[in-house]
């Protein structure tokens, strides 16, 4: 199958272009040996089926990280490139095209963002261009499909151009500078109500409280479309289909072990999709109906943020904070994402460059970022105690993930890049290619994630099936009472939700214990160990060794907390 | 350093300023020359975060945010 490889600078609407070329069966999936994503596709070009890529956004071919050199990589079995190119800013953009044109690849270059352009006022000769380059220059509007049809009839016309040979690195800029001399004219530039927005959301005193309220609203359409989803279409399903199915087994089996892990307990005679516990019971009932709905909506909202061009200017409110954390602004993504889902959250560590950055990222998601499930068990535990008792916890969490952020990024060997990006122009998003993105990230969950939280449930299941959690509570107990001034029954609670944090719930209502003890408890079940689901992500992000390293640190960090909260608290 | 020489990191808001060196080694420069930092380009000050954080400059019509750190190492000559 012929490759055509789409190469292009960061945010020339690449993937628009992607998505407008390629047809529903899309994946998205990691480059080998790195954490590099990319897309794939397939069109029909004259009734032959062609293979597309989505190459990642670069600005050069000697790439200045691993995004870049996966994009560099890819060229090499390219049979024709695409070259998407920001027509509001032809000259850096015209610095890869040169340097395609230079290694003598076939390509088609695609101005993109044609209607912007014109918008601001400058005027591109095309044939001039074309002339000039040689090779095809075709205008598109990605957004809105116009151009399109015509670039893919140009895609066959794609030719290695004769014009433009081997240059060092000034040479090339001298050159560009002549093309654009002669194939652009630029007019005059009205500052527009989109500039003031732009200012606005960026300049810290009014871009920190519009962040704050962005954030605050994106979590409230969140919790809209989740519910929403689970009450007129999880649920549904679930009791409607599912059960009586998952009935009819529980009575074939009617006990035993097998029932134990399959079904689990019924609760009066029925199956209690949230209590049962067994496999094919919560254990599907959870991921699917409990977690999917909010993933869904986050990565929908998450989608909004980056096409819309307001990531970017988060980032850059926030890198001051995260800086000093051993990331930089993109640090916010896995953070937002965690509050979801841990899950998703450990998936989003990939976007931020190096190892170092990664390793902080996880490990201060899994200590101190609480997911859906873990409010709600902060909610479930203290929620008849009080706000402030609730405030305690949060408060006492956002502290644990800046400290610990810092001494992380002054221990962890490597290296922490400092922010460098670019801010778009603010874009209305396009509805197909947001539904796009949002499907392709919740396929690569489901992929990557939903096997191994199966997964984990079956080993849980089993362990607490054969007494071993039990046996492990008992143990420990005393050692967790010194410490953590909680009675021996806490304790018990505390090494259930080593595994198992819905246990420990149930457990710890049961303890009858003061809210400050109740403060510690959960504060420590939230730090001291993510689901079993994050933890399997975490060991294929980071590897078995890392793994190791993080794990050590959220013990630990749990053990401190723990005890620094029962010296101050109680 | 003369007088109006300054690191881009110290360029007060909505001034405006020329490239005339990009100090570091091979890779720093041609990182800044691909996103269209080059010599002689003029940059204007677009926001400065605070506690030591990141600055955000527009050249050539495109804001990018630049850590600190590198900004530091870019000069410039304040025009106006």
Not at chain 1, 97 to 119: F, G, Q, R, S
Not at chain 1, 431 to 459: E, H, N, S, Y
Not at chain 1, 552 to 564: D, E, Q
Not at chain 2, 10 to 23: F, Q, T
Request: contains cysteine; glycine residues 8%; charged residues 20%.
């Amino acid at each position: 199958m012929k490759k055509i490889v789409l190469m292009g600078n960061p945010n020339v609407g690449k993937s628009v272009v992607f998505s407008r070329l390629t047809g529903a069966n899309v994946i998205t999936s990691n480059y080998p040996g790195t954490t590099v994503d990319f897309s794939k596709g397939s069109m029909k070009l004259h009734g032959e089926k062609v293979e597309i890529i989505d190459a990642p956004g670069t600005y050069s071919l000697v790439p200045s990280n691993k995004a870049e050199e996966v994009a560099v990589k890819m060229l090499k079995d390219a049979d024709i490139i695409i070259n998407v190119v920001d027509s509001t800013n032809l000259e850096r953009n015209l610095f890869l095209t040169l340097e395609l044109l230079e290694k003598k690849y076939p390509v088609v270059v695609a101005l993109n963002m044609w209607d912007e352009a014109k918008h601001l006022g400058i005027e591109i000769d095309k044939d001039k261009l074309q002339e000039e380059l040689g090779v095809p220059v075709v205008a598109t509007v990605a957004l809105t499909g116009e151009g399109i049809k015509e670039l893919v009839e140009t895609i066959e016309k794609a030719r290695i151009s004769d014009k433009i040979e081997e240059m060092s690195e000034e040479e090339r800029w001298v050159k560009i500078g002549r093309i654009i001399k002669k194939a652009e004219k630029v007019g005059h530039r009205h500052h527009t109500i989109r500039d003031k927005i732009a200012d606005a959301t960026i300049k810290p005193a009014t871009g920190i409280p519009l962040a704050i309220l962005i954030i605050f609203f994106t979590f409230m359409v969140v919790r809209f479309i989740g519910e929403n989803l689970i009450t007129y279409i999880f649920d549904p399903l679930f009791e409607e289909i599912y059960k009586p199915i998952a009935m009819r087994l529980s009575e074939w089996l009617s006990q035993g072990f097998f029932h134990d892990l399959l079904i689990g307990q019924l609760v009066d005679g029925e199956i209690d999709f949230m209590r049962s516990m067994g496999i094919l019971t919560t254990g599907i009932y959870v991921p699917f109906a409990a977690v999917l709905p909010y993933i869904m909506a986050f990565y929908f909202m998450l989608s909004i943020l980056e096409d819309s061009g307001y990531l970017p200017r988060l980032a850059t409110l926030m890198d001051n904070v995260f800086h000093r954390l051993g990331m930089h602004g993109h640090g916010i993504v896995p953070l937002f994402l965690g509050i979801g889902c841990n899950v998703p959250g450990a998936l989003a560590t990939r976007t931020l460059e190096t190892r170092k950055q990664r390793f902080i990222s996880a490990t201060l998601l899994a200590i101190a970022v609480p997911c859906m499930a873990q409010i709600a068990m902060i909610f479930g535990v203290l929620g008849k105690e009080g706000i402030f008792y609730i405030s305690i916890v949060f408060l006492t969490l956002s502290i644990v993930y800046i400290v610990a952020g810092i001494i992380l990024n002054k221990i962890v060997k490597g290296e922490s890049p400092e922010i460098f990006l670019e801010i778009p122009p603010y874009r209305m998003p396009n509805i197909r290619t947001l539904l796009k993105k949002t499907w392709m990230r919740i396929r690569w969950f489901l992929k990557d994630a939903i096997p191994w939280l199966m997964l984990g449930v079956l080993i849980v299941n089993v362990l607490y099936a054969i007494g071993f959690l039990s046996w492990l509570g008992s143990v420990l107990a005393p050692i967790m009472n010194g410490i953590f001034g909680l009675p021996g029954e806490a304790s018990l609670a505390l090494i259930a939700g080593f595994i198992r944090k819905d246990l420990a719930v149930g457990m710890l209502l049961q303890t009858g214990l003061e809210p400050m003890q109740l403060v510690i408890a959960v504060t420590i079940l939230t730090i001291y160990f993510p689901c079993v689901a994050t933890f399997a992500v975490l060991i294929k992000e980071l590897g078995v060794k890392d793994m190791l390293k993080s794990t050590a640190i959220m013990i630990f960090t749990a053990v401190l907390v723990g005890g620094l909260m029962n010296v101050i608290l109680l | 350093m003369p007088a109006n020489r300054i690191p881009l990191s110290m360029l007060p808001y909505a001034k405006e300023a020329r490239i005339v060196a990009l100090e570091g080694g091979h890779g720093f420069q041609r990182k800044m020359r691909v996103m269209g930092l080059r010599e002689g380009k003029i940059v204007r000050m677009i926001t400065r975060q605070p506690l030591r954080g990141p600055v955000t400059i527009e050249v050539d019509g495109i804001q990018i945010t630049i850590g600190k750190g590198m900004a530091q190492r870019i000069v410039v000559e304040v025009i106006k």
